[in-house]
């Protein structure tokens, strides 16, 4: 009886193996390769397709955010910055444009 397991389980292994030759030796083949690559193609496709359709929600998204930000302001209001009396040239004196 245990010949006969060890048996089983050779010629199991030896399935498996041929199997896994017969499918390694297929894909080594031009035809192979090309379907490999097909596959490549299709999931990056797939992939960039995912993040445009996220980038194109994340955009409206956003826009509705500004949107609801305008909407909500009443008025603008300007503050008006002065610049310290020290800040100009020599003495207070405007500074000449370049070219001049």
Not at 20 to 39: D, F, I, V, W
Not at 41 to 47: D, K, M, P, T, Y
Not at 50 to 76: I, Y
């Amino acid at each position: 009886m245990r010949r006969l397991f060890w048996f089983g389980a050779g010629v199991a292994a030896g399935v498996a193996l041929a199997r896994k030759l017969n499918e390694t030796a297929r894909k080594a083949t031009p035809s192979g390769m090309a379907e490999q690559l097909g596959g490549a193609v299709r999931e990056l496709a797939g992939a960039v397709g995912s993040f445009g359709a996220e980038v194109r929600a994340g955009m409206q998204e956003r826009e509705q955010e500004l949107q609801d930000v305008v909407d909500s302001a009443d008025t603008v209001q300007f503050r008006r910055i002065e610049a310290p009396a020290d800040a100009g040239a020599a003495g207070g004196r405007r500074a000449r444009r370049a070219g001049r």
